[in-house]
T-cell receptor, first 110, second 118 residues
């Protein structure tokens, strides 16, 4: 069966520090992968999606970047965090038109 | 382009009462529609989906939703609320027939927090 893992689950970082959130999918190959951000009271916003290794599409201009160094690995990064980067980050993969989400990573920027 | 509006950011019901969570969509092509549930500090779990077959869709945990094209709605209902239904619910839309360019991206509503009182 397929599973999706995200880490770390919780992260507290100072403004200006770097960020790396990792997402790994198991049990499938060449999945479409997505990063969403959930800010309080603002629903889910699609940040990036990837249809293959090294292929990243950005949905909104922002302080974040994404990379896909391996088929089943999707990384969300920032060189310098802003207060506005705080939120709940969700990784997802797609199968048969459905999205399957990881457990999320809660980022607090102080 | 697609968009979703969920009417009511908070809904409160008594245990055993009807649950009704409202979702209206806008889509330039026939839509696929989804309802997801999120428990605190967890990811999203699919409740049900509409993919142009039956307009009344049954999902997990006793939930169902009806696709009404004339009203551009996809409201979520459950006849009798349980305490365990307390969570945040998201409606989402994706355009049909645009898989090549949409890449499966979903557009989500703002979410509705459901509170169930004893």
């Amino acid at each position: 069966s397929q599973t999706i893992h995200q880490w770390p689950a919780t992260l507290v970082q100072p403004v200006g520090s770097p960020l790396s959130l990792e997402c790994t999918v198991e049990g499938t190959s060449n999945p479409n992968l997505y990063w969403y951000r959930q800010a309080a009271g603002r629903g889910l916003q699609l940040l990036f999606y990837s249809v293959g290794i090294g292929q990243i599409s950005s949905e909104v201009p922002q302080n974040l970047s994404a990379s896909r160094p391996q088929d089943r690995q999707f990384i969300l990064s920032s060189k310098k965090l802003l207060l506005s980067d705080s939120g709940f980050y969700l990784c997802a993969w797609r199968r048969a038109g459905e999205l399957f989400f990881g457990e999320g990573s809660r980022l607090t920027v102080l | 382009a697609q968009s979703v509006t969920q009417l009511g950011s908070h809904v409160s019901v008594s245990e055993g009462a009807l649950v009704l969570l409202r979702c209206n969509y806008s889509s330039s092509v026939p839509p696929y529609l989804f309802w997801y549930v999120q428990y605190p500090n967890q990811g999203l779990q699919l409740l049900l989906k509409y993919t142009s077959a039956a307009t009344l869709v049954k999902g997990i945990n006793g939930f169902e939703a009806e696709f009404k094209k004339s009203e551009t709605s996809f409201h979520l209902t459950k006849p009798s609320a349980h305490m365990s239904d307390a969570a945040e619910y998201f409606c989402a839309v994706r355009g049909q027939g645009a898989g090549g360019t949409s890449y499966g991206k979903l557009t989500f509503g703002q979410g509705t927090i459901l509170t169930v009182h004893p």
